[in-house]
C-alpha cells in the first residue's frame, strides 16, 4: 500500500466527491428491484457520476472493468456487474468510488431487494450497526485497534462473522493508502488516528464463516462456506472529535427503509447511523 494520506486534503474536492457518491448511490438503490441487471445499475452509475463532473474511480482500477462493484448474497466484494437479474430476497452490495479533482472518496452500501429473510435482514442490521460502533471510535488518539476490536466485538457478540482479509484504509490522493484500518483487532494497538487523516471504514460481515476465496473470474471475493455477506463502508475525515462523514449513508438507507428491520437480540444496536459514540 502507498505511503500514507497527506494531513492536508482538499476538503472541497472530497466534499463535493463525496455527495456525488451518496446521490449516485441513493439512485442504485432506488433502482434496485427484481428483474434489474447489475450491468443496468453500473451504467446507471457512471452516466450519474461523468454528468456531474466526476470520475468512477474504480474502472480501470488495477484492471477493474466496471464503475460499481456489485455483489449478491455469498459475494462479499469485487463482484461484476453482469447480466444477472436481480431477484426478490437477494442481498445485494454496493461499492462505489469517485474521483473528483483528483480526490477519491470510496463508500458501499447493502440493500435487500424486496423482503429478506429474518436471518439477512438481521446481517445487514448488523453490519449497518458495525459500521456505525466504528464511526465512534474513529477520532484522534483512537488507534487502528481501538476500532477493529470494537468492530470485532460488536459483529461477534451478535453471533457473526468479521472478515479479516479485507480492510479499509486511507484515501486521498489515491484509492488505497496507509493506514489498513482492520475490522479485528486488539485496543491500544496499530496505527493512531490523526486530524487531518482521512480514512474508509469498511466492516464486512458474514452469516458464517469469515474465511473468503475468490471466484474464477479473479475477482469476486465469496464466502468459502458460501454463507451470505454484507457491507458497508464510508470514508471519513479524522478530527479531534467527530469524524466528519464524507459519503453518509444515511440518505441511501432512507430510500430502502423497511428492509433493515432486522433485530438483534441481545445486543444494543443502538446503532443508528448518525449516532457517533
Ligand atoms: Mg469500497
Ligand atoms: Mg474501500
Known amino acids: 500500500m502507498a505511503k500514507a494520506g497527506l494531513l492536508t486534503p482538499d476538503l472541497p474536492s472530497l466534499r463535493a466527491g463525496g455527495q456525488l457518491l451518496v446521490e449516485t448511490l441513493e439512485h442504485l438503490v432506488e433502482a434496485a428491484s427484481p428483474g434489474v441487471t447489475t450491468l443496468e445499475l453500473d451504467r446507471l452509475a457512471e452516466g450519474h457520476i461523468r454528468s456531474h463532473g466526476g470520475v468512477p474511480a474504480f474502472l480501470g482500477h488495477r484492471g477493474f472493468p466496471a464503475t460499481i462493484c456489485a455483489s449478491v448474497g455469498e459475494q462479499v466484494v469485487h463482484g461484476l456487474p453482469s447480466d444477472y437479474r436481480l431477484v426478490e430476497g437477494d442481498a445485494l452490495s454496493i461499492d462505489l468510488g469517485v474521483k473528483m479533482n483528483g480526490w477519491y472518496t470510496d463508500s458501499a452500501v447493502t440493500v435487500g431487494i424486496g423482503k429478506l429473510e429474518p436471518e439477512l435482514a438481521r446481517l445487514l442490521t448488523a453490519t449497518q450497526g458495525a459500521l456505525t460502533v466504528?464511526?465512534?471510535?474513529?477520532?484522534?488518539?483512537?488507534?487502528?485497534?481501538?476500532?477493529?476490536?470494537?468492530?470485532?466485538?460488536?459483529?461477534?457478540?451478535?453471533?457473526?462473522?468479521?472478515?479479516?482479509?479485507?480492510?479499509?484504509?486511507?484515501?486521498?490522493?489515491q484509492l488505497h493508502l496507509e493506514p489498513s484500518v482492520p475490522n479485528f483487532g486488539k485496543a491500544g494497538t496499530g496505527t493512531s488516528f490523526?486530524?487531518?487523516?482521512?480514512?474508509?471504514?469498511?466492516?464486512?460481515?458474514?452469516?458464517?464463516?469469515?474465511?473468503?476465496?475468490?471466484?474464477?473470474?479473479?475477482?469476486?471475493?465469496?464466502?468459502?462456506?458460501?454463507?451470505?455477506?454484507?457491507?458497508?463502508?464510508?470514508?471519513?475525515?479524522?478530527?479531534?472529535?467527530?469524524p466528519e462523514r464524507l459519503t453518509p449513508l444515511d440518505t441511501v438507507l432512507a430510500k430502502v427503509a423497511g428492509t433493515l428491520s432486522g433485530r438483534l437480540p441481545g445486543v444494543n444496536s443502538g446503532a443508528r447511523l448518525g449516532r457517533v459514540a
Do not use: N, Y
Request: proline share 2%; aromatic share 4%; with cysteine.
Open 194 to 242: 490523526k486530524a487531518g487523516m482521512v480514512i474508509a471504514i469498511e466492516p464486512m460481515v458474514t452469516l458464517g464463516s469469515p474465511e473468503i476465496t475468490v471466484a474464477d473470474d479473479k475477482w469476486t471475493v465469496l464466502t468459502r462456506d458460501r454463507s451470505a455477506a454484507a457491507h458497508f463502508e464510508e470514508t471519513v475525515l479524522i478530527t479531534d472529535g467527530e
Open 134 to 173: 466504528a464511526l465512534g471510535e474513529a477520532t484522534a488518539g483512537r488507534r487502528t485497534g481501538d476500532l477493529g476490536a470494537a468492530v470485532q466485538r460488536f459483529v461477534e457478540s451478535a453471533g457473526f462473522g468479521v472478515i479479516r482479509d479485507c480492510v479499509g484504509h486511507g484515501i486521498g490522493q
